[in-house]
C-alpha cells in the first residue's frame, strides 16, 4: 500500500498523532526516543461514493481503501551523522511515499522542547537539514561513481554529472532535492537510482493548541509562510484534539465536538484529503454483488494498472474494462440500464482511468 511517514523533532506531538488517526499503540510520554520502532497505522479512507454504491448494489459487503501512516520517531538533530537512533530513522523514511512533517506550534511549559523555544521553522529546518545531509552523502557517492565515465569522455555519464552537481549545489545550500529544477528524464538519468529523501513530496502538519482552532496562531503562520516558500502544503491540526474524536464511536456526539472547536471535519480527514493531494492519489470502485470497493490508484494510470492494484494477474493477462461512470449509475439505477443508455464503454489498454470510474476488468485465465 501507499505509505505516509510521519517525521518531525521529539516532542511535537507525532505520537499523539499517529495514535489518533490509527487508533494503535505506539506510546505518547514525554520525552524523546520513545516511539523506537517504526510503527504502522492502516486508516480507511472515508468516501461517502461507497454509501451510493451501497445503496444501489447492495453487496454483502463494502471494502474502503486505504492508506498506511508510519510513525518515525526519533529523528533528532545530528540524526545524519548518526545521533538518536540516526541511521535507522533514515532508512525506514526511505521506505515511505510521502513525508508528512509534523511541527510543534503550541506553547505548553509541561512538555520538553528539544531545542528549548517553540520555533516552528526553526524546528522545521532543523529536521530538513539532517535529511539534506543525508542526501548529500548519497549523491556524493553517486558523484564518484559517475565522474571515472564523465572523464573518459562518456557523453551521458558528463550530462548526468552536470545534473548531480545541480543537486549537490542546492543540498549544499539548504535546499531540499524536491525544489531543484531539471526535467523528468535528467532527473530520472540522476537520481532515479538513489532515492533521496528530500525528493519525496511533503505535507506540513502545524500542530496547535485547541484555543487555536480552527485557523491557527502566529507560529502556524510563520511555518504555512516557510512551506509557501518551498511550495508545499500546511494543514492545521491539533492533535491533542485528535485524540480525543478518535475516542468517540458516536458520529453525532464526533460532529458536535467538532462544531465547538469550528471544524467541519476531523484532522485525519484532513490529512487524508492533503495526501491524497499531495501523491496524486484517485479512487475507483469495484462494484459486485458480494464486495463494493474502492481501490487506490495514481492519476494517469493506465487501465491495466490499474487492473494489477486488485491482482498482478490481472494487469498481466488484461484483456479490456468495462467503465461506469458513478452519475451515470445513479441515474439509471442499473448497469442493465445504463448499457441501454449507451453510457456503458468498454475500454483498452490505453484506457487513463478517471476518479470515481467504476470498472469491471476482463483478463485472460
Ligand atoms: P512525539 O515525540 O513527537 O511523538 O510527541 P508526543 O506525541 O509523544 O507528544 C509529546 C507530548 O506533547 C505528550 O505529552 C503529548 O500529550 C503532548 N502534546 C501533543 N500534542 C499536543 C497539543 O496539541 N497540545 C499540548 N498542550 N500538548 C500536546
Not at 110 to 135: M, S, Y
Amino acid at each position: 500500500g501507499l505509505q505516509c511517514g510521519i517525521v518531525g523533532l521529539p516532542n511535537v506531538g507525532k505520537s499523539t498523532l499517529f495514535n489518533a488517526i490509527s487508533s494503535g499503540k505506539a506510546e505518547a510520554a514525554n520525552y524523546p526516543f520513545c516511539t523506537i520502532e517504526p510503527n504502522v497505522g492502516v486508516v480507511t479512507v472515508p468516501d461517502t461514493r461507497l454509501d451510493s454504491l451501497e445503496a444501489l448494489v447492495k453487496p454483502q459487503r463494502v471494502v474502503p481503501t486505504i492508506i498506511e501512516f508510519v510513525d518515525i520517531a526519533g529523528l533528532v538533530k545530528g540524526a545524519s551523522q548518526g545521533a538518536g537512533l540516526g541511521n535507522k530513522f533514515l532508512a525506514n523514511i526511505r521506505e515511505v511515499d510521502a513525508i508528512i512533517h509534523v511541527v510543534r506550534c503550541f506553547e505548553d511549559d509541561n512538555i520538553v522542547h528539544v531545542e528549548g523555544r517553540v520555533d516552528p521553522v526553526f524546528d522545521k529546518e532543523i529536521i530538513d537539514a539532517e535529511l539534506q545531509l543525508k542526501d548529500l552523502d548519497s549523491v556524493d557517492k553517486k558523484i564518484q561513481k559517475v565522474e571515472r565515465n564523465a572523464k573518459s569522455g562518456d557523453a551521458k555519464a558528463k550530462a548526468m554529472l552536470e545534473t548531480l552537481k545541480v543537486y549537490k549545489s542546492a543540498l549544499e545550500q539548504g535546499k531540499s532535492a524536491r525544489a531543484v529544477q531539471v526535467s523528468p528524464e535528467e532527473k530520472e538519468e540522476a537520481i532515479g537510482d538513489i532515492d533521496l529523501l528530500t525528493a519525496k513530496p511533503v505535507l506540513y502538519v502545524a500542530n496547535v493548541d485547541e484555543a487555536s482552532l480552527p485557523s491557527g496562531n502566529s507560529y502556524s503562520e510563520q511555518l504555512r509562510e516557510a512551506a509557501k516558500a518551498e511550495g508545499a502544503e500546511m494543514v492545521i491540526i491539533s492533535a491533542s484534539i485528535e485524540s480525543q474524536i478518535a475516542e468517540m464511536t458516536d458520529p453525532e456526539e464526533r460532529e458536535l465536538f467538532l462544531s465547538e472547536y469550528g471544524l467541519t471535519e476531523s484532522g485525519l480527514s484532513k490529512l487524508i484529503k492533503a495526501s491524497y493531494a499531495l501523491l496524486g492519489l484517485i479512487t475507483y470502485f469495484t462494484a459486485g454483488v458480494k464486495e463494493v470497493r474502492a481501490w487506490t490508484i495514481r492519476q494517469g494510470w493506465k487501465a491495466p494498472a490499474a487492473a494489477g492494484v486488485i491482482h498482478s494477474d490481472f494487469e498481466k493477462k488484461f484483456i479490456r474494462a468495462q467503465v461506469m461512470k458513478l452519475p451515470d449509475f445513479e441515474q439509471y439505477k442499473t448497469e442493465a440500464a445504463v448499457r441501454e443508455a449507451g453510457k456503458l464503454s468498454v475500454e483498452g489498454k490505453e484506457y487513463v482511468v478517471q476518479d470515481g470510474d467504476i470498472m469491471e476488468f476482463l483478463h485472460g485465465a
